[in-house]
């Protein structure tokens, strides 16, 4: 009897622990404090969530499409009852429908849908060089399409001479701009090098990023050698004479000095006997002295710049001749 009353209680310790547990009834998912953060390329949500109980995972859907078709999936962080997760690599400017996937640890079950919207990225817009000298230039750009989201604490230029210049190197801040739509400014870039190419960019500075509008180049003024004519010879005497010169061009540059040259030797320079005649293009006449007399000179006209100094055709005239004087006895 007694063995009898054994088996009978193993047997029903057994199918008692066979008996299938009873599967909860599906609860919805209730967010709480859902908070989006939007960027250009990125939407990141944080909340926390109403559950009878702890959540396996979460996974949030997202898609362009309302029907949710080609949504990509990311893995929610969850923390006790709270979850965050970040989509990347999206699109700025658009509207995204997302759901999330939650395994309550039976089956998975999905919430209702709701939208974000990336935020808008700024266009900027390298307009181009103008009033190009040989040391300077004026660099002009544009702003469109800023959303208000968007903070710009700087926009301005950045150039150099080697192509993709950044604001690591030689840039101007132009000011931050909080207005929305679009907007222009410029600026006069100079201590530049003559005959020298520069790339240049317009760029912003916001909470977001930098953007770099369009690569653009322009070159400098290439400085020459001065053009210079060398006017005839008047007023001989004995130990002087009048000579000068026309300016014709400044080569791009600053003449800093003009006048004439001369030498007893043929291609006189500015290292023999000169004359100081100004600085600027135009004609000017000098005076020569302290000549000797009855002998032949060579005289170019001059003019210096940063290139250097350039001369005019050479010329030759002779002192006048001290004679005896002619006397008659009445």
């Known amino acids: 009897m007694k063995k009898t009353l054994l088996i009978l209680s193993i047997i029903t310790i057994f199918f008692a622990g066979c008996k299938k547990d009873v599967e909860p009834v599906a609860s919805k998912l209730e967010m709480i404090n859902e908070t989006i953060e939007r960027g250009w390329d990125y939407v990141k949500i944080t909340a926390e969530y109403e559950?009878?109980?702890?959540?396996?995972?979460i996974v949030l859907y997202l898609s362009e499409k309302e029907d949710m078709s080609?949504?990509?999936?990311?893995?929610c962080v969850i923390e006790e009852k709270t979850f965050s997760v970040e989509a990347d690599d999206l699109k700025d400017g658009t509207k995204y429908y997302y759901q999330y996937e939650y395994d309550n640890g039976y089956g998975k079950e999905k919430s209702e849908k709701g939208d974000a919207v990336t935020i808008g990225k700024p266009v900027v817009i390298t307009k181009g060089a103008g009033g190009v000298t040989t040391v300077s230039?004026?660099?002009?750009?544009?702003?469109?399409?800023?959303?208000?989201?968007?903070?710009?604490?700087?926009?301005?230029?950045?150039w150099g001479t080697e192509p993709q210049p950044t604001i690591a190197g030689n840039h101007h801040n132009n000011g931050g701009?909080?207005?929305?739509?679009?907007?222009t400014f410029s600026h006069n870039?100079?201590?530049?090098?003559?005959?020298?190419?520069?790339?240049?960019r317009a760029y912003i500075k916001t909470n977001y990023g930098i953007i770099y509008g369009e690569e653009k180049s322009f070159k400098t003024v290439e400085v020459t050698m001065p053009t210079v004519t060398t006017n005839d010879i008047s007023n001989i005497t004995t130990n002087s004479a009048a000579c000068g010169g026309n300016v014709t061009s400044d080569g791009n540059g600053t003449v800093t000095a003009r006048g004439v040259c001369w030498s007893t030797s043929s291609n006189p320079t500015i290292n023999d006997n000169k004359t100081s005649s100004g600085s600027t293009t135009g004609t000017f006449t000098s005076n020569l002295t302290n000549l000797t007399e009855n002998t032949t000179y060579y005289v170019r006209a001059y003019a210096t710049n940063e290139k250097g100094t350039a001369y005019g055709e050479e010329?030759?005239?002779?002192?006048?001749?001290v004679t005896m004087p002619t006397v008659t006895t009445n």
Request: proline letters at 2%; charged letters at 20%; a negative charge.
């Open 51 to 57: 559950y009878p109980v702890e959540l396996k995972s």
């Open 70 to 75: 080609g949504a990509e999936a990311y893995s």
């Open 137 to 158: 230039a004026v660099l002009s750009g544009e702003v469109t399409n800023n959303d208000a989201a968007n903070k710009i604490e700087e926009r301005g230029f950045c």
């Open 177 to 183: 701009n909080t207005g929305i739509g679009t907007s």
């Open 189 to 200: 870039i100079s201590n530049l090098q003559n005959n020298a190419t520069y790339y240049f």
């Open 315 to 321: 010329k030759s005239f002779k002192t006048v001749e």
